[in-house]
């Protein structure tokens, strides 16, 4: 199910964030009590594959995940970028495989920073990582606002 907000949320256990993108989704995982968060190998999609939420679900089931974040791009100025349509669709499409609430979170720049927190590495290992890492903060980021909410 798809939340409009963070209040319906589990507030214990393991969860995902995903930074979507049409070829590679970056995937991040936290621990039980949201201490740490962990990346994870990218979800790579050819051209034509429809098998995304297939195998989100089948990865928050692999992961023994309570829900599932999704970074929202904004532009600098708030408002929704291009792909924001997209991004619920796909969402929408995980529903119909695995019963988790999923949530969005506005993200802007995470890949900026992400490569900044990679430090000096090759080329070849930022495309393969950088994804990920910027799931990494959208993870921690949301992680950050739940825990702002409960106080």
């Given at each position: 199910m798809i939340l409009p907000?963070?209040?319906?949320?589990?507030r214990?256990?393991?969860i995902?964030?995903?930074?979507?993108?049409?070829?590679?989704?970056?995937?991040a995982v936290s621990d039980a009590s949201r201490e740490f968060?962990?990346?994870?190998?990218?979800?790579?999609?050819?051209?034509?594959?429809?098998?995304?939420?297939?195998?989100?679900a089948e990865l928050a089931g692999a992961?023994?995940?309570?829900?599932?974040?999704?970074?929202?791009p904004v532009h600098s100025d708030g408002s929704p970028s291009e792909i924001c349509d997209e991004i619920r669709a796909h969402a929408a499409q995980v529903c119909?495989?695995?019963?988790?609430?999923?949530?969005?979170?506005?993200?802007?720049?995470?890949s900026v920073a992400a490569q900044e927190s990679m430090g000096?590495?090759?080329?070849?290992?930022?495309?393969?990582r950088l994804d990920s890492e910027a799931a990494r903060i959208i993870l921690?980021?949301?992680?950050?606002?739940?825990?702002?909410?409960?106080v």
């Open positions: 907000d963070f209040k319906g949320f589990p214990t256990g393991r995902i964030g995903l930074d979507w993108g049409a070829r590679r989704t970056g995937v968060v962990f990346v994870r190998p990218v979800i790579v999609t050819p051209r034509g594959d429809n098998s995304w939420a297939r195998r989100v992961e023994n995940a309570k829900g599932i974040i999704i970074g929202m119909t495989y695995i019963d988790l609430p999923i949530a969005f979170i506005e993200e802007n720049l995470t000096k590495v090759r080329r070849t290992d930022i495309k393969q921690e980021n949301a992680i950050a606002l739940m825990r702002r909410s409960d």
